[in-house]
């Protein structure tokens, strides 16, 4: 059985960091993502890693205080987020892309995902 678990998520005041984790069992996967969704909006993008994590794609809204990274050794794939701010308030979501790196900023591109965590800033 394929499962995808978040952790990390929780309150923190702006300017804060977080470290979120997604533990895979069940299977190995190639290129990982991670999305958020607020209350009232659509999922959106956030970051995509490759297998070998020398490759990765960041939203505008995160590149440069957003870092996502993976551990195959683990099956673990990590979000650091800094410089958090209150519009980064969602629940964020791990997912397993398994129709290739070329999209892999569609929800669609992804057939595998976590139950997802609640990330809240506080201003």
């Known amino acids: 059985q394929v499962q995808l678990v978040e952790s990390g998520g929780g309150v923190v005041q702006a300017g804060g960091s977080l470290r979120l984790s997604c533990a895979a069992s069940?299977?190995?996967?190639?290129?990982m993502g991670w999305f958020r969704q607020a209350p009232g909006k659509e999922r959106e993008f956030v970051a995509a890693?490759?297998?070998?994590?020398?490759?990765?794609t960041y939203a505008d809204s995160v590149k440069g205080r957003f870092t996502i990274s993976r551990d195959n050794a683990k099956n673990t794939v990590y979000l650091q987020m800094n410089k958090l701010k209150p519009e980064d308030t969602s629940v964020y979501y791990c997912a397993a892309n398994t129709r290739g790196w070329t999209n892999r900023y569609r929800i669609d591109n992804y057939g595998y995902w976590g139950q997802g965590t609640q990330v809240t800033v506080s201003s």
């Open positions: 890693i490759d297998w070998s994590g020398l490759s990765t």
């Open positions: 069940g299977r190995t996967f190639s290129d």
